[in-house]
């Protein structure tokens, strides 16, 4: 039996490294996805300033999304 995943864990990781809570929740694909693009588009900021607003607007999304992740691995 898995034991269930914490929402605080998953919002915690997501907080410090964007798409680690997805992992954290078994959603590794998107997870990796995100991190990918947040790494991207953070490592972009210097020269391009809308990215910094992406960066930041992907941070938002997985910060909003930990508890939908985490939700839908405890319901499997």
């Known amino acids: 039996m898995e034991s269930k995943k914490e929402f605080w864990i998953a919002f ?3 907080f410090f490294l ?3 809570g997805h992992i954290y929740a ?3 694909n ?3 996805g995100l991190l990918i693009s947040y790494l991207i588009a953070f490592g972009l900021t210097p020269f391009l300033y809308f990215t910094g ?3 930041f607007g992907i941070w ?5 999304k930990s508890k939908e992740v985490v939700d839908t691995y405890n319901s499997t």
């Open 53 to 55: 607003i992406a960066a």
């Open 26 to 28: 078994g959603d590794t």
């Open 18 to 20: 964007p798409g680690g």
């Open 60 to 64: 938002v999304y997985c910060l909003i």
């Open 30 to 32: 998107k997870g990796i």
């Open 12 to 14: 915690g990781i997501n």
